[in-house]
Protein backbone atom coordinates (compact mmCIF):
# COMPACT_ATOMS: atom_id res chain seq x y z
CA UNK A 1 0.00 0.00 0.00
CA UNK A 2 1.12 3.30 -0.85
CA UNK A 3 2.26 5.81 1.94
CA UNK A 4 -0.32 8.30 2.99
CA UNK A 5 1.27 10.43 5.69
CA UNK A 6 -1.20 13.37 5.29
CA UNK A 7 -4.22 11.79 6.41
CA UNK A 8 -2.32 11.02 9.75
CA UNK A 9 -3.88 13.67 12.17
CA UNK A 10 -0.64 14.71 13.76
CA UNK A 11 0.85 15.30 10.41
CA UNK A 12 -1.34 16.96 8.61
CA UNK A 13 -2.43 19.61 11.62
CA UNK A 14 1.80 20.03 11.64
CA UNK A 15 1.75 20.19 7.63
CA UNK A 16 -1.19 23.04 8.18
CA UNK A 17 1.03 25.43 9.91
CA UNK A 18 3.67 25.83 7.53
CA UNK A 19 4.05 28.79 5.66
CA UNK A 20 3.18 27.58 2.15
CA UNK A 21 -0.08 25.80 4.09
CA UNK A 22 -1.50 29.10 5.66
CA UNK A 23 0.01 31.54 2.70
CA UNK A 24 -0.20 29.77 -0.22
CA UNK A 25 2.00 29.97 -3.33
CA UNK A 26 3.56 33.33 -2.12
CA UNK A 27 4.46 31.51 0.84
CA UNK A 28 6.53 28.90 -0.61
CA UNK A 29 9.87 29.75 -1.17
CA UNK A 30 10.04 28.10 -4.60
CA UNK A 31 7.07 30.06 -5.88
CA UNK A 32 8.45 32.95 -7.66
CA UNK A 33 10.83 30.63 -9.57
CA UNK A 34 8.30 28.36 -10.97
CA UNK A 35 5.65 30.58 -11.64
CA UNK A 36 8.52 31.73 -14.22
CA UNK A 37 8.79 28.17 -15.62
CA UNK A 38 4.85 27.82 -15.97
CA UNK A 39 3.52 28.14 -19.69
CA UNK A 40 0.87 29.89 -20.93
CA UNK A 41 -2.25 28.40 -19.54
CA UNK A 42 -5.35 30.19 -21.64
CA UNK A 43 -7.71 27.26 -22.94
CA UNK A 44 -5.48 24.59 -21.79
CA UNK A 45 -6.06 21.50 -19.87
CA UNK A 46 -4.36 20.91 -16.86
CA UNK A 47 -3.19 17.77 -14.85
CA UNK A 48 -2.19 18.35 -11.37
CA UNK A 49 -0.66 15.27 -9.23
CA UNK A 50 -0.11 15.60 -5.63
CA UNK A 51 -2.14 18.51 -5.95
CA UNK A 52 -2.16 18.96 -2.34
CA UNK A 53 -4.21 22.09 -1.09
CA UNK A 54 -5.46 22.88 -4.71
CA UNK A 55 -2.98 26.08 -4.97
CA UNK A 56 -1.77 25.23 -8.12
CA UNK A 57 -4.94 24.00 -9.39
CA UNK A 58 -6.90 27.14 -8.56
CA UNK A 59 -3.60 29.34 -10.13
CA UNK A 60 -4.07 27.91 -13.70
CA UNK A 61 -7.91 28.00 -13.94
CA UNK A 62 -7.84 31.67 -12.45
CA UNK A 63 -4.89 32.16 -15.79
CA UNK A 64 -7.01 30.46 -18.80
CA UNK A 65 -7.35 26.96 -18.05
CA UNK A 66 -9.89 25.38 -19.41
CA UNK A 67 -10.23 22.29 -17.61
CA UNK A 68 -8.54 21.30 -14.29
CA UNK A 69 -8.04 18.07 -12.68
CA UNK A 70 -6.32 17.66 -9.28
CA UNK A 71 -5.11 14.13 -8.09
CA UNK A 72 -3.82 13.66 -4.25
CA UNK A 73 -3.87 10.70 -2.51
CA UNK A 74 -5.15 12.27 1.01
CA UNK A 75 -8.64 12.29 1.47
CA UNK A 76 -7.52 15.39 4.18
CA UNK A 77 -5.88 17.58 1.34
CA UNK A 78 -8.59 17.10 -0.90
CA UNK A 79 -11.09 18.11 1.58
CA UNK A 80 -9.05 21.38 2.18
CA UNK A 81 -8.54 22.19 -1.47
CA UNK A 82 -12.17 21.60 -2.39
CA UNK A 83 -13.13 24.09 0.55
CA UNK A 84 -10.56 26.91 -0.24
CA UNK A 85 -9.96 26.58 -4.02
CA UNK A 86 -13.37 25.42 -5.79
CA UNK A 87 -13.92 26.40 -9.23
CA UNK A 88 -16.20 24.98 -11.86
CA UNK A 89 -13.90 23.88 -14.07
CA UNK A 90 -11.66 22.09 -11.49
CA UNK A 91 -12.00 18.68 -10.73
CA UNK A 92 -10.43 16.36 -7.39
CA UNK A 93 -9.97 13.16 -7.73
CA UNK A 94 -8.16 10.70 -4.40
CA UNK A 95 -6.25 8.50 -5.82
CA UNK A 96 -2.53 7.65 -5.76
CA UNK A 97 -0.46 9.66 -8.70
CA UNK A 98 0.89 6.24 -9.67
CA UNK A 99 -3.07 5.04 -9.87
CA UNK A 100 -4.15 7.87 -12.68
CA UNK A 101 -6.10 6.87 -15.32
CA UNK A 102 -6.39 9.23 -17.87
CA UNK A 103 -6.98 9.26 -21.85
CA UNK A 104 -4.25 9.08 -24.39
CA UNK A 105 -3.37 12.75 -25.17
CA UNK A 106 -5.71 13.77 -22.73
CA UNK A 107 -3.81 17.19 -21.38
CA UNK A 108 -1.80 19.89 -23.15
CA UNK A 109 0.31 20.42 -18.94
CA UNK A 110 1.18 18.35 -16.36
CA UNK A 111 2.44 19.50 -13.02
CA UNK A 112 3.59 18.01 -10.12
CA UNK A 113 4.46 20.12 -6.66
CA UNK A 114 6.75 18.22 -4.69
CA UNK A 115 5.41 14.42 -5.24
CA UNK A 116 8.26 12.60 -7.15
CA UNK A 117 10.25 12.40 -4.30
CA UNK A 118 6.93 10.25 -2.59
CA UNK A 119 6.82 7.56 -5.45
CA UNK A 120 9.12 4.20 -6.04
CA UNK A 121 8.73 3.81 -9.71
CA UNK A 122 9.54 7.02 -11.47
CA UNK A 123 10.13 5.47 -15.05
CA UNK A 124 6.13 4.17 -14.47
CA UNK A 125 4.96 7.57 -13.61
CA UNK A 126 7.34 9.40 -16.80
CA UNK A 127 5.68 6.60 -19.12
CA UNK A 128 2.13 7.68 -17.90
CA UNK A 129 2.82 11.60 -18.06
CA UNK A 130 4.02 11.25 -21.62
CA UNK A 131 1.10 8.98 -22.45
CA UNK A 132 -1.56 11.81 -20.60
CA UNK A 133 -0.25 14.95 -22.72
CA UNK A 134 -0.93 15.86 -26.26
CA UNK A 135 2.33 15.95 -28.50
CA UNK A 136 3.96 19.64 -27.47
CA UNK A 137 2.62 19.34 -24.36
CA UNK A 138 4.22 20.55 -20.93
CA UNK A 139 5.47 18.44 -18.19
CA UNK A 140 6.25 20.80 -15.14
CA UNK A 141 7.56 19.63 -11.76
CA UNK A 142 9.14 20.12 -8.73
CA UNK A 143 10.99 17.45 -6.25
CA UNK A 144 13.46 17.60 -3.68
CA UNK A 145 16.84 18.44 -4.89
CA UNK A 146 19.04 15.11 -5.00
CA UNK A 147 21.40 16.62 -2.39
CA UNK A 148 19.32 16.91 -0.28
CA UNK A 149 17.49 13.14 -0.71
CA UNK A 150 20.70 11.77 -1.03
CA UNK A 151 22.10 10.55 2.36
CA UNK A 152 18.14 9.95 4.02
CA UNK A 153 18.30 12.52 7.33
CA UNK A 154 17.71 15.68 5.56
CA UNK A 155 18.80 17.30 8.92
CA UNK A 156 22.17 19.46 9.57
CA UNK A 157 25.26 17.84 11.33
CA UNK A 158 25.18 20.68 14.59
CA UNK A 159 27.72 22.31 16.84
CA UNK A 160 27.13 21.80 20.40
CA UNK A 161 24.88 24.96 20.61
CA UNK A 162 23.01 23.99 17.88
CA UNK A 163 24.70 25.86 14.72
CA UNK A 164 24.41 23.93 11.29
CA UNK A 165 28.16 23.03 10.62
CA UNK A 166 26.97 21.18 7.56
CA UNK A 167 25.10 19.20 5.36
CA UNK A 168 25.42 15.63 4.94
CA UNK A 169 25.38 14.14 1.30
CA UNK A 170 26.42 10.44 1.31
CA UNK A 171 25.45 7.53 -1.00
CA UNK A 172 24.34 9.63 -3.71
CA UNK A 173 24.61 6.84 -6.12
CA UNK A 174 22.58 4.35 -4.24
CA UNK A 175 19.00 5.46 -5.65
CA UNK A 176 16.01 3.98 -4.21
CA UNK A 177 14.24 4.43 -0.05
CA UNK A 178 15.29 6.68 2.54
CA UNK A 179 13.67 6.98 5.46
CA UNK A 180 13.33 10.66 6.30
CA UNK A 181 12.25 12.96 9.06
CA UNK A 182 9.46 15.63 7.71
CA UNK A 183 7.45 17.72 10.15
CA UNK A 184 9.22 15.49 13.04
CA UNK A 185 7.44 12.88 11.74
CA UNK A 186 9.01 9.86 10.02
CA UNK A 187 8.56 9.72 6.30
CA UNK A 188 9.41 7.40 3.41
CA UNK A 189 11.10 9.07 0.35
CA UNK A 190 12.87 8.14 -2.47
CA UNK A 191 16.07 9.28 -3.71
CA UNK A 192 17.40 9.27 -7.45
CA UNK A 193 20.05 11.07 -8.83
CA UNK A 194 20.01 14.71 -11.38
CA UNK A 195 21.15 12.36 -14.14
CA UNK A 196 18.01 10.16 -14.03
CA UNK A 197 15.51 13.08 -13.29
CA UNK A 198 16.96 14.49 -16.83
CA UNK A 199 18.07 11.55 -18.67
CA UNK A 200 14.89 9.42 -18.34
CA UNK A 201 12.78 12.41 -19.65
CA UNK A 202 15.23 12.65 -22.90
CA UNK A 203 14.98 8.83 -23.29
CA UNK A 204 11.64 8.68 -22.86
CA UNK A 205 10.48 11.39 -25.52
CA UNK A 206 10.82 14.90 -23.71
CA UNK A 207 12.72 17.55 -24.62
CA UNK A 208 14.09 19.69 -21.87
CA UNK A 209 12.87 23.33 -21.52
CA UNK A 210 14.07 24.56 -18.71
CA UNK A 211 16.01 23.23 -15.43
CA UNK A 212 16.00 25.55 -12.59
CA UNK A 213 17.49 25.24 -8.55
CA UNK A 214 15.22 27.21 -6.75
CA UNK A 215 16.98 30.20 -4.22
CA UNK A 216 14.98 31.36 -1.03
CA UNK A 217 13.47 34.70 -2.19
CA UNK A 218 15.41 37.62 -0.51
CA UNK A 219 12.29 38.52 1.39
CA UNK A 220 11.93 35.30 3.08
CA UNK A 221 15.99 34.78 4.27
CA UNK A 222 15.24 36.89 7.02
CA UNK A 223 11.54 36.92 7.83
CA UNK A 224 11.16 32.58 8.07
CA UNK A 225 13.39 30.77 10.47
CA UNK A 226 15.82 28.87 9.56
CA UNK A 227 15.96 30.50 5.65
CA UNK A 228 19.03 32.00 5.27
CA UNK A 229 20.66 28.70 5.71
CA UNK A 230 18.71 27.13 2.99
CA UNK A 231 21.52 29.35 0.33
CA UNK A 232 24.10 26.37 1.98
CA UNK A 233 22.60 24.12 -0.22
CA UNK A 234 20.13 23.26 -2.93
CA UNK A 235 16.55 21.81 -1.32
CA UNK A 236 14.44 21.66 -4.40
CA UNK A 237 15.27 21.16 -8.05
CA UNK A 238 12.45 22.32 -10.95
CA UNK A 239 11.95 20.66 -14.49
CA UNK A 240 10.26 21.95 -17.38
CA UNK A 241 9.73 19.51 -20.27
CA UNK A 242 8.10 19.48 -23.35
CA UNK A 243 6.76 15.70 -24.61
CA UNK A 244 7.94 15.84 -28.85
CA UNK A 245 6.05 14.85 -31.78
CA UNK A 246 5.90 11.27 -31.87
Known amino acids: MKE ?4 ENVFFDKYS ?8 LEGAGEWKTLKEMLPDFTGKKVLDLGCGYGWHCEYA ?5 VQVVGVDISEKMLKEAENRH ?11 VEDAQFEEGEFDIVLSSLAL ?16 LRPGGYFIFSAEHPVFTAEGSQDWYYDENGKPLHF ?3 NYYYEGKRNAVF ?10 T ?16 DVQEPQPPEEMLDTVPGMRDEMRRPMMLIVSARKENE
Open 4 to 7: NKYD
Open 17 to 24: QMERSKKG
Open 61 to 65: ADHGA
Open 86 to 96: SRENITYLCCP
Open 117 to 132: HYIRDYDQIVDKIRKF
Open 168 to 170: PVD
Open 183 to 192: LGEPVIKYHR
Open 194 to 209: LTTYISTLIKKGFAIV
